[in-house]
């Protein structure tokens, strides 16, 4: 991920909402568009979105997962969001602790990997056999 795109203010393991909402249109894009099957076998998601999401978001009952793609035409950008939900609603943004009155900050995390074109060596038994 492009840490140039997080917003100083935003928790580790966010990605703007405006980038989650081009990636998630790419990936709907590519699947009305290509006759190629989705190779994406596995997602590598950092310990840090998880504990972010537990963080700033302690009321949450779920997360969503969303598939996304940096590249409308490129599916080996494949990218999976996680979004908190609270009260059966997506929270897609929150607003700053502290802030002013309309600050928010992202709460859409992202530093997925996608196997392939990432696929960590594993030692061991593994479902990606």
Partial sequence: MNTETTSTNDPDGTIPVEIA??????WRTYLSTSSSEFIARSFLIPIIDFQNIMLYNPDAE?????????SAT?????KLMLVPVENGQEVLVKAIVGGGLGDSQSNV????????PECPVTVGDTLDA
Avoid: H, M, Q, S
């Fill in 21 to 26: 909402r081009e990636w998630a249109d790419n």
């Fill in 62 to 70: 779920a997360v969503r997962a969303f598939i996304g793609l940096e």
């Fill in 109 to 116: 995390y992202d530093f997925t990997k996608a196997c392939p």
């Fill in 74 to 78: 490129d599916p080996l950008t494949a």
